[in-house]
């Protein structure tokens, strides 16, 4: 389980715009909702330097929402053509500061994704309404967006698969008479909320097991080997899954029996009481 930072509040900065202006204080809103907005910017906004614009139609799933959220935050906001204008110049440069970029350059910054499992779920639900589908994908042209969603998914006790797809130059919907015509690669992740414990030599294409085998071998073999809990993050072929480290759990086996099979694993989760998993 992740246990991150909590925060009841969250401070925007104080604003002074030039020498000419007056000083605004420090905004505190609660952090959970400053999150949600932050969830919906990712996906649906973008800023200029006194506002900030979320696009969204009346017909779409996520319209409702943000303006539920709007009014808890007691921030003012004007309906436009393209969904919603917040002329809040502090708020603004706040967000644009930490999260900027165009929205293939979008990232969610470090100190967010280290907050707590209680705060992130927040930002996840939004990112959800903005660019998500069915609650088992998100769809994003920025890559550094991409790996921070894949952790906020892995914090959120879930795993994650994503797929790119070049989609350059191939014709997409219209905005009013504007053709829609894609110049970045596309990411898409899937979500995977069930069947997350580890298993040793398992795939449901193939009997448990059927790939162990004995092989005799002379050389050396590595692996990480962490300080503290011995739990690691992996990354491969685009599948992201939390991992133990080889040589704990195999000096834990020899442990308690000192000529144990492996092949005993096969298919079958590793013990609750032990906290590690099998390398892969």
Known sequence: ??????????????????????????IKIKTNLFLELL???????????SRIILAQM????????????????????????SGFEINNTQIATYIKN???????????????????????????????????SIDRLYITTSEGLRNDFEELVNKLGWSSTS????????????????????????????????KNEPRFNHHKKNKNGSTCFKENYKGNIYCLELEKNHTLL?????????????????????????????KELAGAPLPHYQPMSMSR
């Not at 930072?5 to 420090?26: C, D, G, R």
Request: charged share 25%; hydrophobic share 35%; with cysteine.
């Open 1 to 26: 389980l992740w246990y991150g930072n909590k925060k009841l509040f969250w401070t925007i900065p104080e604003y002074k715009a030039s020498k000419f202006h007056k000083l605004n204080p420090k």
């Open 39 to 49: 969830g919906f910017y990712i996906s649906e906004g973008w800023c200029n330097k």
């Open 58 to 81: 009346p017909y779409s799933k996520a319209y409702k929402p943000i303006i539920d959220l709007l009014q808890k935050l007691n921030i003012k906001y004007k309906l436009v053509k």
């Open 98 to 132: 930490i999260t900027p970029g165009l929205c293939y350059e979008k990232r969610i910054p470090r100190e967010i994704l280290n907050l707590d499992k209680s705060h992130l779920k927040h930002l996840y639900k939004t990112m959800m309404l903005g660019d998500g």
């Open 163 to 194: 797929k790119t797809y070049d989609k350059i130059k191939i014709k997409g919907g219209k905005i009013g008479i504007r053709q829609i015509i894609a110049k970045h690669l596309v990411y898409v992740i899937s979500i995977n909320k069930d």
């Open 234 to 262: 992996v990354k491969r072929n685009n599948r992201t899954c939390w991992s133990g480290n080889s040589l704990a759990i195999a000096c834990w086996m020899y442990q308690i029996r000192p000529k144990f099979d492996f």
